[in-house]
Structures are given as C-alpha cells and as structure tokens.
C-alpha cells in the first residue's frame, strides 16, 4: 500500500478556494488515489476519484500530475459546512477494496 | 438518496458482555464492510464480506468478532466479549460493483465500561 502524507491542518475562509495537496510517493501502477470527507460524529463521504491527469464532479476537482507521485484535491469557494477531515487514499480498487485510511487533513472553514 | 442506516446509535455495555451492532446497508449492494475509530484516531478497516462470506479481514477482527447476514437486508457485527478497548465508533459501509464509492452509515458508538 502506498503510503499517503497530507498536511495535519489546514485554515480557510469562506468563499476562498481550498488546495489540499497529498504527496504518495511510492504509488503503483495499478493504484488509484481516493478522496473522502468526514464531519465530526459521521461516517466517511466519497468526494473523488481519479487515475491521472485531473477529475472534476460537482464537489470538487482532483489534479495528478504525470509522475502522480501526488496528487491536489481543489475545493472550490469553501463555506462553513465544507469544515471536515478530508482523507487522501491510495490503492489498487480492484484488489479487496479495504480502505486504508490515514490521519487526513483537518480543514477549518472561518466566516 | 438511499442510505447505509445504523442502530443503535450509541450502545453502552460492560466488559465482557456480548454486543450486536446492526447496519442496514443500501439495497442493491453486494459488497459490506465494517470499520472502526477510536476516538481521536483513524478510521480502522475491520472486515469485508460478499456473497454471504468474509473477502477479507484485519488483525484486528480476531475470534472475538464475527460478522452475519441473517436475512435480506441486515448485516451485523458480534463482539463476543467486549473489552474496554473495543469503545468506539462503528461504521457499517456498503457498495455495488461496478462503483469501488463505499457508502458509509452514520455509526454506532461502542462505550464499554
């Protein structure tokens, strides 16, 4: 399993767009990389998935560059309710799909 | 927007008590997981289970735990007998091939005293 590394914390204010880059250095070949979100007191939310290049959905955009050594999850003009753990996963889907998940970065979204 | 439900939503027990955690997941799923979190820490894989059998399981899920689909719809997770340790928030998740999204429900909290 690729091991992830993604800022603790991260601050922002409403309205603002929010990059929260995750580095995975010894992705494979056959590794996807996985975006989730968790509030507080709740399970898990699937934001984003993408191989290469960049995925956009109506939540959010993800960036990888070509060596995908990491990867940019864009949160565009954050509120408040966008206040959350987000999670960057890393790993082939295909195989078992046990979700591993790290330490995430905590966003905090002022007024 | 169907959803993974979970009950109960907090369950209080003292150690070495047997506990059953139930999830409903989403109706056309087929494959259905479980997880933990101790409080403050990170989410934690515990077991997978398709086609009425486990696909895979974490060192963590030893012969204290056990997981079942008793009928159609729900799916459970035993603790035979709960340690002090075993406090945390459960999540039940399910998902539908061809997607690899996992659908989180909103957890049972385990407080064993």
């Known amino acids: 399993l690729a091991k992830t590394t993604q800022p603790i914390s991260m601050d922002s204010y409403e309205g603002q767009e929010v990059n929260i880059t995750c580095s995975h250095n010894?992705?494979?070949?056959?590794?996807?990389i996985t975006w989730y979100q968790q509030f507080p007191s709740q399970g898990p939310r699937f934001i984003i998935q993408?191989?290469?290049t960049k995925v956009t959905n109506e939540v959010a955009s993800l960036f990888i560059p070509a060596d995908r050594k990491s990867s940019t999850l864009s949160l565009p003009r954050v509120s408040l309710s966008d206040t959350a753990v987000y999670y960057c996963?890393?790993?082939?889907?295909?195989?078992?799909?046990?979700?591993?998940f790290g330490g995430g970065t905590r966003l905090m979204v002022k007024p | 927007e169907p959803e993974v439900t979970q009950t109960p939503s907090h369950q209080v027990t003292q150690m070495g008590q047997e506990v059953i955690l139930r999830c409903v997941p989403i109706?056309?799923?087929?494959?259905f997981y479980w997880y933990r979190q101790i409080l403050g820490q990170k989410v934690e894989f515990l077991v997978s289970?398709?086609?009425?059998?486990?696909?895979?399981k974490s060192e963590i899920f030893d012969d204290q735990f056990s997981v079942e689909r008793p009928d159609g719809s729900n799916f459970t997770l035993k603790i035979r007998s709960t340690k002090l340790e075993d406090s945390a928030m459960y999540f039940c998740?399910?998902?539908?091939?061809?997607?690899?999204?996992?659908?989180f429900g909103p957890g049972t909290r385990l407080t064993v005293t």
């Open positions: 998740a399910s998902r539908r091939e061809p997607s690899y999204e996992q659908y």
């Open positions: 010894n992705i494979a070949t056959n590794d996807y």
């Open positions: 993408g191989y290469k």
């Open positions: 996963l890393v790993g082939d889907i295909r195989a078992g799909n046990m979700l591993t």
């Open positions: 109706s056309n799923h087929l494959y």
């Open positions: 289970f398709y086609n009425n059998e486990i696909s895979e």
